[in-house]
């Protein structure tokens, strides 16, 4: 089965609200990316975290490698906000490929 | 800040054609990747490399070739494009192995097969 599960599939938010992307594993991961690909389609890196909390900007993200999840919690968002987020997780054991999430399609509506 | 690049950006061919998409890391990183991306689908691994001269077999690598003729050059190889290989390419590179070490990507590059 798939090993990283993403949710929710797709997001609608109001400009200057809020939410939070998930990612829940399957398997132990020893790291995890968050990419976004804008609307050139470019995949641009967001946060890379092998354990712990980062913060840019309005972006935060989150990394339990014990509880097996990530989290993206973007606030305040903006129309440039909008695009596909990914995540993706390197496994602890076995195969050591980046595995990818199926994305999250968000819209920022004025 | 890490520098992938990627061409062309966007290519348009026919069943049967012959396509080189090409990548370019100035990371001085050991290995190199090329992924597809479909709508709906996360990045799926197609071939891998860790040095010039190498190649891996990622998950999907069926009708692709890839070639890394230099530490800073991979390319991947469509010699019989299919209409099922119409999709978003992306390469990406790092200084270590697979998902142990932040991965940086290309920019992409939009095939279309008719």
């Known amino acids: 089965g798939d090993q990283v599960e993403q949710s929710p599939s797709a997001l609608s938010l109001h400009e200057g609200t809020g939410s939070a992307l998930r990612c829940n594993f399957t398997t132990t991961m020893r790291a995890v990316q968050w990419f976004r690909k804008n609307s050139r389609g470019s995949l641009i890196n967001l946060f890379y975290l092998a354990s712990g909390t980062k913060e840019n900007g309005r972006l935060k993200s989150a990394f339990d490698s014990k509880e097996r999840y990530s989290t993206l919690h973007i606030r305040d968002a903006q129309l440039e906000d909008s695009g596909t987020y990914f995540c993706?997780?390197?496994?602890?054991?076995?195969?050591?490929?980046?595995?990818f999430g199926s994305g999250t399609q968000l819209t920022v509506m004025p | 800040e890490a520098a992938v690049t990627q061409s062309p950006r966007n290519k348009v061919t026919v069943t049967g054609g012959n396509v080189t998409l090409s990548c370019r890391q100035t990371?001085?990183?050991?290995?190199m990747y090329w992924y597809r991306q479909d709508t709906g689908h996360g990045l799926r691994l197609i071939h891998y490399s860790y040095g010039a001269g190498n190649l891996q077999i990622g998950d999907v690598p069926d009708g692709y070739k890839a070639t890394r003729t230099t530490q800073e050059d991979f390319f991947l190889l469509l010699e019989l494009a299919s209409p099922s290989q119409t999709s978003l390419y992306f390469c990406?590179?790092?200084?270590?192995?697979?998902?142990?070490?932040?991965?940086?990507f290309g920019p992409g590059t939009r095939l279309t097969v008719l």
């Open positions: 993706a997780a390197g496994a602890s054991s076995g195969s050591w490929q980046l595995i």
């Open positions: 990406a590179s790092s200084v270590g192995q697979g998902g142990s070490y932040e991965q940086y």
């Open positions: 990371n001085s990183h050991n290995y």
